[in-house]
């Protein structure tokens, strides 16, 4: 029986992934940690509210004794100044990483990050060199598993005010765009489905491995986790 940590749960995929997590019967606990509260019940559900990221401290009791965490904490570029981008996307994983680690150092850390997600720090875009900073921290923290998820367009299954004209566009050619590019797409629900499963999976090996989003696709369609790109 599994105790798993969500962070991000009142985003898209953080909120699949609470689902998923909720009706799994191999988890019993499901801690929810955010700074806004759901506005759900459920017998294993424990939620956590935390205002400031720059300093999870106070989450240190919170994150003793559990098995996984799912982050999925993050922003959209364009939606927030360059500064606090690197903060959100950056700085709070980093921060959140560091207290998980000393609270539950055996536990598995699975991270949202991107599609072009660049850890050497060449990238022209912010985001790809924030996500990749933040990959290579957590791949150095120290967790005996870590799962970098990076997916390319992520398909929102319910209807929503999209952040952005190209999330507009985006949406609007999503069956044609399909069918054109299959491998630059994934479903919101099964992204978080294979974040899930991928956490709290039995397996006694250590493992650093960066699933690109043909990796997360042959997940979500199959029992079992691609070998992906190992670290």
């Not at 900073?133 to 005996?144: D, H, Q, V």
């Not at 630059?184 to 978080?192: E, F, G, Q, Y």
């Not at 499963?197 to 042959?218: K, M, Q, Y």
Request: net charge neutral; proline share 6%.
């Amino acid at each position: 029986m599994k105790r798993l940590v969500i962070v991000g749960a009142s985003g898209m995929v953080g909120g699949y992934a609470l689902r998923h997590a909720l009706e799994l019967p191999n988890v019993e606990r499901v801690t929810s940690v955010g700074r806004r509260n759901l506005g759900i019940s459920h017998p294993k559900l424990t939620e956590v509210l935390h205002a400031d990221f720059a300093d999870c401290s106070a989450l240190e009791s919170t994150l003793a004794d559990q098995d996984a965490a799912v982050f999925c904490l993050g922003t959209y570029t364009g939606a927030v100044p360059d500064e606090e981008l690197r903060k959100i996307t950056l700085d709070y994983t980093v921060e959140f990483a560091r207290v998980l680690h000393g609270s539950s150092p055996d536990a598995t850390f699975t991270f949202l990050s991107g599609n072009g997600a660049d850890p050497t720090g060449r990238s022209r875009m912010a985001f790809a060199r924030y996500k990749g900073a933040a990959e290579k921290a957590l791949l150095a923290a120290g967790f005996p598993r870590v799962y970098i998820f990076r997916p390319a367009y992520i398909y929102p299954v319910e209807p929503r005010k999209e952040p952005n004209f190209t999330y507009r566009l985006l949406r609007a050619v999503y069956p044609a765009f399909r069918l054109v590019f299959p491998n630059l797409v994934v479903r919101c629900d099964d992204l978080a489905r294979a974040m899930v499963d991928a956490s709290v999976r039995e397996t006694g090996e250590r493992a650093n491995v960066v699933l690109e989003n043909r990796d997360i696709l042959a997940m979500a369609n199959s029992a079992g986790i691609p070998e992906g790109r190992g670290t």
